[in-house]
């Protein structure tokens, strides 16, 4: 009996070589797992396991985890409206753990004593899986031919074809990863500091140029509906606003930050629902929320999205700030109008019935119904009293 494996596969050239090698080198049972956080249509699946069966491996499935992952990542990152650097929703980053863990479960599932993936060792997801694999199955052997044996590409390419594996494999121009949350883009552009990506790299083009105004529903902090649809929960709600949002090329840009292992990275991204719904969300969270619960709010969000962003999600720290962005949503329902145009989206304004703008307590620089002017001057005075204490004792004059 040989050994099992599961393989984390896309499909692609390097887990195509990892696939052949294993069976072929290490004599194992090899079983490859697409883990799908929404980023395949049916015939793209279809493709990759025609490929996993042409490589001869045992078993093939599609794992889909797209549920799980908005439930338990996507909407606590629309409660911290986390942006990486003010800028990335962690499309794919966030994505890896899930799919390692996937890969975890199944191999659980089926008796596979080894997990495998195709990770170099040049990127931050060769660190995400590995941590995740390491933590949840600690008992079975992690194997890396692409890290291990250091291979170029057309050192891969060569292996397969003496195995009579043929197939395209010229590296396209550029490398597209696409999830729920937003599709990466990299590419040679990306490779230096001052180069844009052009039109063309992007995976959607400008269709829709007439501008439309949208209402965008949310109860609790999660996103429930656009102009009254529920489009059947939450995910769908998401997938019908990046087929929307796509349509007018909304949610590129570029992100610059910090890798796992230390050096810089730039990669262009696409992701108009996560965009969208990040900032439609935060501008109703300005108008239900008391100031101290934004204030610590944003502190947690920022440290859970660089936790995220590092594969650290399994580190219990991030229950307990899951637990307070939960509770922080209390109040964030209502309606926020959101105008959609050409590469661009601006945020209108908001009805909810939280909303702490109520004017019956006042109208900031208009009047104010619920105090005097002479209630202001004593709250002044005592809000002064320390300073002034300071600069007397001091003997500082302040002009």
């Known amino acids: 009996m040989k050994e099992k494996v599961v393989l984390a596969f896309s499909g692609g050239l390097d887990t195509s070589f990892c696939a052949k090698y294993l069976a072929a080198e290490r004599g194992l049972e090899v079983h490859a797992a697409l883990v799908d956080t929404g980023g395949f249509k049916v015939e793209e699946v279809e493709q990759i396991e025609a490929r996993a069966r042409s490589l001869g491996v045992a078993s093939f499935v599609c794992l889909n985890e797209v549920e799980n992952f908005y439930r338990k990542c996507i909407r606590y990152m629309i409660f911290g409206n986390v942006l990486r650097n003010q800028t990335y929703p962690l499309s794919v980053s966030a994505e890896r753990v899930f799919q390692a863990l996937a890969v975890v479960n199944y191999a659980k599932k089926i008796g596979a004593k080894y997990l495998a993936h195709g990770s170099t060792g040049a990127g931050n997801d060769q660190v995400r899986f590995d941590l995740v694999f390491q933590i949840a199955a600690p008992d079975r052997e992690i194997l890396t031919p692409i890290r291990d044996l250091r291979l170029s590409r057309q050192a891969e390419i060569e292996y397969l074809q003496q195995h009579g ?41 400008l269709e829709a140029k007439e501008p439309q105004t949208i209402a965008l529903a949310f109860s609790k902090g999660e996103p429930v509906a656009i102009n009254g649809e529920s489009h059947g929960g939450s995910v769908g709600v998401i997938k019908a606003l990046n087929q929307l949002g796509s349509r007018y090329a909304i949610g590129r840009d570029i992100h610059v930050g910090d890798t796992i292992i230390g050096i810089k990275g730039r990669v262009g991204f696409e992701a108009p629902a996560a965009l969208i719904i990040i900032k439609a ?70 009805r909810s019935p939280h909303d702490l703008m109520a004017a019956r307590f006042g109208q900031y620089g208009e009047m104010n119904n619920a105090w005097t002017g002479e209630d202001v001057k004593g709250f002044t005075k005592i809000i002064s009293n320390q300073m002034k204490i300071y600069f007397q004792v001091n003997g500082i004059d302040q002009h």
């Open 165 to 205: 594996i043929e197939g395209n494999w010229e590296k396209a121009r550029y490398s597209i990863n696409q999830g729920i949350w937003g599709t990466s883009v990299g590419g040679k552009e990306t490779l230096t500091s001052h180069l844009p990506l052009p039109e063309e790299a992007f995976p959607s083009q």
């Open 281 to 350: 969300h935060h501008a109703l969270e300005k108008h239900v929320l008391t100031k101290w619960q934004a204030y610590w709010k944003e502190q947690l969000s920022n440290w859970y999205g660089m936790m995220l962003h590092e594969g650290q999600y399994l580190e219990p720290l991030m229950r307990n700030i899951e637990v307070f962005l939960e509770d922080s949503q209390q109040n964030v329902s209502g309606e926020v109008y959101v105008k959609l145009m050409p590469y661009r989206f601006e945020i209108q304004g908001i």
